[in-house]
């Protein structure tokens, strides 16, 4: 199945988009090795992430008009939001996954959230620390990963809050919530 899925998204996405969603896809195999999830699933998650993620702006619109996807006046601003839920829908229609855990992990791999799973934010930090990123803090990143998994969590809302202020960039209110989730949440314990 994984060739398969490899031959589709090697028509949809550029070589590069491509050899980040391998990468994602084996470092979320990795983490869920280490902290006790469903390998299997999370390296399918992380295969097809970005699955819609060579969508051109209007098209994601598109997509998610016609499949029912409400889009805030961040998503209507910044298009490129909407490529983890449409992937959602792209994920179940053109890769045959049905299986509802692999799905929240695509949807909420770019934003977080405040409610997700543990397969959710194995993917979500898998897209930030795999192998082909290379960026201030990364290695930081993936030290943290081996570990804590909420502490390399809460770097990684913390980077991405800092790269969207310095940018002056919109705030995703789901990036927010997610924070503020996962702070309520350690601070628990």
Partial sequence: MTEKILDRLAK????????????????????????????????????????????????????AAASGIVVNGVEQREP?????P?????????????????????RWHTTGGPVMSLLDEIVFLADYIEPGRSFPGVGHLRELAAASLPEALLAAYDQTLRYLLAEGGLIHPATVEGRNALLMKMKKK
């Fill in 12 to 63: 949809e996405l550029s070589p590069r988009r491509l050899e980040h969603s391998r990468g994602v896809s084996s470092a979320a195999a990795s983490l869920a090795a280490r902290y006790g999830a469903d390998v299997a699933k999370a390296r399918l998650a992380g295969l097809l992430h970005d699955c819609a993620r060579g969508m051109p702006n209007n098209l994601l619109l598109q997509a």
């Fill in 80 to 84: 490129v939001l909407l490529h983890a």
């Fill in 86 to 106: 449409v992937g959602v829908v792209i994920a179940g229609r053109d890769y045959g996954v049905e299986d509802p855990e692999v799905l929240s992990a695509i």
